[in-house]
């Protein structure tokens, strides 16, 4: 059964596996290690184009940061339709394939813009948020959900979904709300810090 489980599940362990390890990275005792190190990647990235756009005129910095809740609220719109659909909660009267796969098209939009926006800002702030824990949350948060929707949730998803068991679809369900939620929380956190 033991040898079963990793022939069955061979993507959820492998999402399973990288958080595993992102999480002994984190609490292991080697991120002490490295942390030190990327304080002058940080200080670079402040450096950069992005970094001195985003710390000397503001007005980009809104722009971008403009830009990026828009992204945010595509990307959460998709989430909360997609799920919602897979849960029986919303769009109930159109068909669940086809609210998944345009919902995951218009997702991919959000991310990309959520992540290139996402980077310029960082620059533009890259010394305080090096300090910040609640940072390096978000990141474990945003990695754990790209995992999640593109190794499990796409995969398992992209099969007929009435042949699955509906407990699974529901349960891929709440965890990709509940991950999304997490990474939108973290994000909104680094604002109130520091």
Same mark, same amino acid.
């Given at each position: 059964?033991?040898?079963?489980? $990793?022939?069955?599940?061979?993507?959820?362990?492998?999402?399973?596996?990288?958080?595993?390890?992102?999480?002994?990275? !984190?609490? =292991? *005792?080697?991120?002490?290690?490295?942390?030190?190190?990327?304080?002058?990647?940080?200080?670079?990235?402040?450096?950069?184009?992005?970094?001195? #756009? =985003?710390?000397?005129?503001?007005?980009?910095?809104? $722009?971008?940061?403009? @830009? %990026?809740?828009?992204?945010?609220?595509?990307?959460?719109?998709?989430?909360?339709?997609?799920? =919602?659909?897979?849960? =029986?909660? @919303?769009?109930?009267?159109?068909?669940?394939?086809?609210?998944?796969?345009?919902?995951?098209?218009?997702?991919?939009?959000?991310?990309?813009?959520?992540?290139?926006? *996402?980077?310029?800002?960082?620059?533009?702030?890259?010394?305080?948020?090096?300090?910040? /824990?609640?940072?390096?949350?978000?990141?474990?948060?945003? /990695?754990? *959900?790209?995992?999640?929707?593109?190794?499990?949730?796409?995969?398992?998803? /992209? %099969?007929? #979904? %009435?042949?699955?068991?509906? @407990?699974?679809?529901?349960?891929? *369900?709440?965890?990709? !709300?509940?991950?999304? $939620?997490?990474?939108?929380?973290?994000?909104?956190?680094?604002?109130? /810090?520091?």
């Amino acid at each position: 059964m033991f040898v079963s489980m $990793f022939t069955s599940y061979p993507r959820t362990l492998v999402v399973v596996a990288a958080l595993v390890m992102m999480l002994v990275l !984190i609490y =292991g *005792g080697i991120t002490e290690a490295v942390y030190p190190m990327l304080l002058s990647v940080f200080e670079w990235l402040e450096t950069t184009w992005f970094g001195v #756009i =985003g710390k000397t005129w503001g007005a980009a910095f809104a $722009f971008v940061e403009a @830009v %990026h809740l828009l992204g945010l609220a595509l990307l959460g719109g998709c989430v909360l339709a997609g799920d =919602g659909r897979l849960l =029986g909660l @919303v769009l109930t009267d159109v068909p669940v394939n086809t609210v998944v796969e345009r919902t995951h098209r218009v997702f991919v939009y959000g991310l990309v813009i959520c992540l290139a926006t *996402g980077i310029f800002m960082a620059c533009g702030v890259a010394t305080k948020i090096y300090y910040l /824990s609640v940072y390096w949350f978000k990141m474990l948060a945003l /990695s754990a *959900g790209i995992l999640f929707h593109f190794q499990i949730r796409k995969p398992l998803l /992209s %099969h007929d #979904i %009435h042949a699955l068991n509906p @407990v699974v679809v529901k349960m891929v *369900g709440v965890a990709s !709300i509940l991950v999304w $939620f997490m990474v939108a929380a973290t994000g909104r956190w680094i604002g109130f /810090s520091g």
